[in-house]
């Protein structure tokens, strides 16, 4: 791979993990000779730029017995190989994008590997053989209809010979921020309220949905005629949203927990499918309790990628830890709460100071100086329940970091399989970048023994009560 030109070595001088890189760029050509490195400037939703390697070529798909070359560009952030590329498809005029559960109508691509992205386990070879072999199950590009009764799924016979534009990619923004709020009662309301409150969304839709029983003032927002805010209890009022989020809890009468649990699962799954038929694009945040089996359950039932269905999760303590390290004990770190929202949940400390945007958060080793601290703040926030509005305000933090495309990292519930060890498919609060796109997890680190063994119990109780569901 020729990485000598003078425009690609000015930007891999900015490239934190310098060497790093370029001994993964070197695995991919070994592998993928065809991919060449690109020196581009990667505009993003905000409006800002930066100057960024982006490797473009094609990937060999078989498709009914014929064989194709599909037209990739993958994005390397300044944090690569650490956080994954941004993968999108290169179609020409004469093709039209298939958007499925992989690939989204502006093209961009959404793996199990990029939401689960772990260095050195993961890598761009891993991530190039997953693409082929999903695109071989469900080709991402078909001919564009010429009215001939051709068949659009077909993969074009000439993408095989196909010359690659070295033009930059953009990424861009949704026309309007719309938010919709599923479930009337009092978090559904504090989340409205908290949500308008930010300033950053155009229009806001409020649904009480039938099955919810927790009703509340949906018709005092209807008497009150709030600008921006549409409410309805159709799902269809939901249709092209940013981001869902849903805050519906079905409670019944039933005795055992389980059966309680089950009936938020069932009304799941009469909204679910219907609310992302209508916003195939939208990031959905759930609220529903418990929150980490509902986010589990939202996600199965929509068939979105991993990374486009969270939790709300352990953000609210996470932004609470925030404040006490920095206001009570005067240590300006960032931190989060990760694990079940539950007791078992475990404290980590940042690698930077709060406030840092331009650098790469990881979390932190752990070390004999960062328990004691973290051990006595979480002491600090014993016997701070969570009420409906500051809850609605945590998601109304999640959801502007999305529609703003922030890149904040929170603690929300997400798939944790492949972090940290983690082989169950079950969700946990982790750390999260959240964008437009949704989320990308922060890599795993080495816990100790007592905060390993909490997420350990998280994983074997959620996995018991999701064995016990008919989702």
Not at 136 to 141: F, M
Request: aromatic letters at 6%; hydrophobic letters at 40%.
């Amino acid at each position: 791979m020729d990485l000598s030109p003078e425009a690609i070595q000015k930007i891999l001088s900015r490239y934190k993990f310098r060497d790093v890189a370029i001994e993964e760029l070197q695995k991919v050509h070994r592998i993928h000779p065809t991919m060449k490195p690109v020196a581009g400037t990667y505009t993003f939703s905000d409006g800002t730029q930066k100057d960024l390697l982006k490797l473009i070529g094609n990937i060999p798909v078989k498709y009914e017995g014929r064989s194709y070359n599909l037209p990739i560009l993958l994005w390397l952030m300044d944090s690569f190989p650490f956080t994954p590329p941004i993968c999108l498809l290169r179609p020409t005029t004469n093709m039209v994008i298939r958007e499925g559960k992989h690939v989204d109508a502006r093209g961009r691509i959404y793996l199990p590997s990029l939401h689960n992205w772990d260095h050195p386990k993961s890598s761009v070879v891993g991530l190039l053989a997953e693409m082929i072999s999903q695109f071989e199950e469900d080709p991402p590009l078909g001919t564009k209809s010429t009215g001939d009764n051709s068949d659009p799924n077909v993969l074009l016979a000439f993408v095989s010979n196909l010359k690659i534009n070295e033009g930059g990619g953009q990424h861009h923004d949704h026309l309007i921020n719309k938010v919709t709020v599923i479930g009337g009662g009092d978090l559904g309301m504090a989340s409205v309220m908290s949500i308008l409150a930010k300033g950053k969304v155009d229009r806001l839709v409020f649904i009480d949905v039938a099955e919810s029983s927790t009703k509340g003032g949906s018709m005092d927002l209807e008497i009150f005629n709030l600008p921006k805010v549409e409410v309805s209890k159709d799902l269809s009022a939901s249709a092209d949203s940013s981001v869902i989020v849903v805050t519906a809890n079905a409670w019944s009468n039933e005795q055992s927990y389980v059966s309680v649990v089950q009936t938020n699962v069932d009304m799941y799954r009469g909204i679910i499918p219907g609310l992302v038929r209508l916003s195939p694009n939208a990031v959905l945040l759930i609220a529903s309790q418990p929150v980490d089996i509902m986010a589990h359950v939202a996600w199965r039932q929509s068939g979105l990628p991993p990374s486009r269905v969270i939790g709300a999760g352990c953000n609210l303590d996470s932004e609470r830890l925030c404040h006490v390290l920095d206001i009570s004990l005067n240590t300006h770190k960032q931190a989060w709460v990760i694990g079940e929202l539950s007791d078992n949940k475990v404290p980590v400390l940042s690698n930077i100071l709060m406030g840092a945007s331009h650098q790469h958060p990881e979390i932190a080793p752990r070390s004999k100086a960062t328990k004691p601290l973290l051990d006595r703040a979480f002491e600090m926030l014993k016997g701070r329940g969570q009420r409906s509005w500051s809850v609605g305000l945590s998601i109304a933090d999640i959801t502007h970091s999305i529609l703003v495309d922030q890149r904040k990292t929170h603690s929300v519930s997400t798939l944790a399989q492949g972090w940290g060890g983690i082989g169950a498919e079950v969700f946990l609060s982790l750390p999260c970048v959240l964008g437009v796109s949704g989320s990308t997890r922060l890599a795993g680190v080495s816990l100790g023994q007592e905060e390993d063994a909490r997420l350990r119990e998280s994983v074997t109780s959620l996995c018991a009560l999701l064995s016990q569901l008919r989702i």
